[in-house]
């Protein structure tokens, strides 16, 4: 089955840039997408298709990915983006499959 | 505006059945690709089914032979019955609508609803 990993933690200082990575086998081969969850709350999705943002997610709000890996970029990183991240990718055998997800803390 | 309101969650006892329901407002449910999604406590997201459009359905192993996923379009609901229920399936239920016309990622997301497997 397919699967992704990522850091189970990233800190970043307030202004400063967070970059969590997503990887697995020839990720850079399908589309990669990003979910925002804070406590308590569903899920938002931040990047889909790589690096498009959906409307009313901020600028400072990045994706890329290539190889085996896809990055979301969080910069000039604000109080407000602490949460939990998680990358997902679509595989025709195993259908969605989901990191295990970043906290990222400023 | 688009709408996912789930419902159906609760306590219950190892080996017992539960439908969870997710009725959706601003958009007709039919149309679009309708996924579950899971989330045990203190842990991350894992993908349970979906319902095609078209109205195929697919199934994470973990739900294979005991969750089924179904849609009342009268109602423009979405369903999951889930069945055998384990310990491990103690978790909050998402509906999430995909993008439409792309399977690939989830685009809305209701407020879940919390299933509790436990005697």
């Known amino acids: 089955s397919y699967e992704l990993t990522q850091p189970p933690s990233v800190s970043v200082s307030p202004g400063q840039t967070a970059v969590v990575t997503c990887s697995g086998d020839k990720l850079g081969n399908r589309y990669a997408y990003w979910y925002q969850q804070k406590p308590g709350q569903s899920p938002v999705v931040v990047i889909y298709?790589?690096?498009k943002r959906p409307s009313g997610i901020p600028e400072r709000f990045s994706g890329s990915n290539s190889g085996t890996t896809a990055t979301l970029t969080i910069s000039g990183t604000q109080a407000v983006d602490e949460a939990d991240y998680y990358c997902?990718?679509?595989?025709?055998?195993?259908?969605?499959?989901f990191g295990p997800g970043t906290k990222v803390t400023v | 505006e688009v709408q996912l309101v789930e419902s159906g969650g609760g306590l219950i006892q190892p080996g017992g059945s539960l439908r969870l329901s997710c009725a959706a407002s601003?958009?007709?449910?039919?149309?679009?690709?309708m996924s579950w999604v899971r989330q045990a406590p203190g842990k991350g997201l894992e993908w349970v089914s979906v319902?095609?459009?078209?109205?195929?359905?697919y199934y994470a192993d973990s739900g294979k032979g005991r969750f089924s996923i179904s849609r009342d379009n009268s109602k423009n609901t979405l369903y999951l019955q889930m069945n055998s229920l384990r310990a491990e399936d103690t978790a909050v239920y998402y509906c999430?609508?995909?993008?439409?016309?792309?399977?690939?990622?989830?685009?809305?997301w209701g407020q879940g609803t919390l299933v509790t497997v436990s005697s």
């Open positions: 298709h790589d690096s």
């Open positions: 997902q990718a679509w595989d025709s055998r195993t259908n969605y499959v």
């Open positions: 319902i095609y459009s078209g109205g195929s359905t």
């Open positions: 601003g958009f007709t449910v039919s149309n679009n690709y």
């Open positions: 999430a609508k995909h993008y439409y016309g792309d399977y690939e990622y989830f685009h809305q």
